[in-house]
């Protein structure tokens, strides 16, 4: 079993930047893959991106490409969202997930999510 726990979001103007934690226990970090997804009101949640078990590797949904950043620091058990120039659109409550398998769409275990409001 894994515990997430999310923190660092809050009221932003756009343009501005955040950065999500995601703390872990339970187990190491280094076992899984992690994800990270977010989900606005009336919307299903979304995919934003992943980072393999070693960090070497991190996708990206297209519209947060260039702007989001992905990483980890296993030794500490944390996960990382960078987010630049954030857009009102990328208001939401954000997720971190952990995952067994980096390519699969299947998250074992999920945070309780942290709420993110870009105002315009």
């Known amino acids: 079993q894994v515990q997430l726990v999310e923190s660092g979001g809050g009221l932003v103007q756009a343009g501005g930047s955040l950065r999500l934690s995601c703390a872990a226990s339970g187990r190491p970090l280094s076992s899984y893959a992690m994800g990270w997804f977010r989900q606005a009101p009336g919307k299903e949640r979304e995919f934003v991106g992943r980072?393999?078990?070693?960090?070497?590797?991190?996708y990206y949904t297209d519209s947060v490409k260039g702007r989001f950043t992905i990483s980890r620091d296993n030794a500490k058990n944390m996960v990382y969202l960078q987010m630049n120039s954030l857009k009102p659109e990328d208001t939401a409550v954000y997720y971190c997930?952990?995952?067994?398998?980096?390519?699969?769409?299947?998250?074992?275990?999920w945070g309780q999510g942290t709420q993110v409001t870009v105002s315009s």
């Open positions: 997930a952990a995952t067994s398998n980096f390519g699969s769409p299947i998250y074992d275990y």
């Open positions: 980072i393999s078990r070693t960090g070497i590797s991190a």
